[in-house]
């Protein structure tokens, strides 16, 4: 019992943060003194009438911070109206009806205080209603009806609070698993392209001095990656930006995949194959697929011990699509996993596949991920 107590006691003010005054909060300034007149003109009967008039219209002003501050302005209300009922010992018929704005209070609580204004507003709440019982002739049905009220107009704004609520947990794991996409993206395009102008710009280094030629054929590839890197980079920043509607480029395809056997990017040759009806799979897997060829070879390229050649196969079945990266290069010491391996894995996760990676026993590092044809379907 003394947990959940602690927990809600604890527990901030509502998010998303409340909006600010609206036409609705002025007018309501305007036509509730109105109303109260209006009440007193066609009640003129009412004992301390005038007195009550002015507290009742002066406690209207509290509606104007009642998001901000809810439970100072729940205390400021209440205290003065209920203070002036027993003051002046006014029993339920002897009160204006106007009063009942003073729910508004009551659901601001619930729906944007903290936690402390949860559990000693509700508890006010209750004191309240059994205080004005005991000053005023037993009537069973005042009291039910009061604290039914009350009670419906907290659950109200628990329930919005809760939705709402909701709704910012949503939006911020869309938001997380878009960064985390934004992060493996990033990560698979510069990782592939800078390793393209590190291997040409090792080779322009060697070939500078006797084969000048190579050494711009070399630089030229450096520029053609760096420009394509680059590009590839602002693509990204301009998906981030919220007010900007440059679209974003185009998924990449498994027809893309030859792009990786270019010749002209140096290091080891690169054998694309793809077998089965690929046309049929759908964008995120074809782009998965992509993303881990491309990390898959990037990391070849860079750490394969006297490789000679990289293998890239896809196939395609009645439900899966494997996709096998081996080189064959020698066995050397395992690195520590890094960005690479952990986003090849995420992405294999999240469609609902199986991903592994290590040393083959008759070839060098061997990449396998298998997917569901239908993403998720797994």
Do not use: C
């Not at 509290?62 to 400021?76: D, E, K, V």
């Not at 009061?146 to 907290?154: F, N």
């Not at 394509?228 to 998924?251: C, I, K, Y």
Request: net charge neutral; aromatic share 6%.
């Amino acid at each position: 019992m003394i947990e959940p107590l602690r927990a809600v006691w604890t527990a901030s003010p509502a998010s998303p943060a409340p909006p600010k005054r609206v036409w609705r909060d002025w007018a309501l300034i305007v036509l509730l003194p109105a109303l109260i007149l209006l009440e007193g003109l066609l009640r003129p009967a009412l004992p301390n009438l005038v007195p009550a008039l002015t507290v009742t219209i002066a406690v209207v002003a509290t509606l104007l911070w009642r998001r901000t501050r809810p439970f100072l302005m729940f205390a400021i209300g209440f205290g003065a109206l209920e203070g002036f009922a027993l003051v002046t010992s006014a029993d339920a018929d002897s009160r204006l009806y106007s009063t009942g704005y003073l729910v508004l209070l009551v659901y601001a609580v619930f729906r944007w205080g903290s936690g402390r204004a949860l559990l000693v507003g509700g508890a006010l709440m209750v004191a309240e209603t059994l205080t004005s019982a005991a000053f005023a002739p037993f009537d069973l049905a005042n009291l039910v009806g009061g604290l039914l009220v009350l009670l419906l107009t907290a659950s109200v704004g628990l329930l919005l609070r809760f939705r709402a609520g909701s709704r910012v947990r949503e939006l911020d794991r869309a938001k997380s698993r878009e960064r985390e996409e934004l992060a493996r993206d990033l990560h698979d395009t510069v990782a592939h392209h800078v390793s393209a102008i590190a291997i040409q710009a090792q080779a322009g280094l060697v070939a500078v001095a006797k084969n000048p030629d190579a050494a711009t054929a070399a630089l030229r590839v450096i520029e053609t990656e760096a420009s394509r890197t680059l590009a590839e980079m602002r693509s990204m920043v301009r998906s981030l930006r919220r007010d900007n509607a440059a679209e974003l480029a185009p998924a990449p395809t498994l027809l893309d995949l030859h792009e990786l056997a270019r010749s002209d990017r140096g290091g080891p040759a690169i054998d694309v194959r793809v077998t089965g009806p690929f046309e049929e799979l759908s964008g995120p897997v074809t782009s998965a697929l992509y993303r881990i060829a491309q990390e898959s070879v990037t990391n070849a390229r860079r750490h394969a011990r006297s490789a000679n050649r990289i293998d890239v196969h896809i196939d395609v079945d009645a439900e899966w699509v494997r996709l096998n990266v081996n080189d064959d290069g020698a066995p050397g010491p395992l690195a520590v996993a890094g960005y690479g391996i952990t986003g090849m894995t995420e992405r294999v996760t999240l469609l609902g596949g199986a991903f592994t990676a290590g040393y083959s026993p008759d070839s060098g590092w061997s990449v396998l991920a298998e997917l569901p044809r239908n993403e998720g379907a797994a």
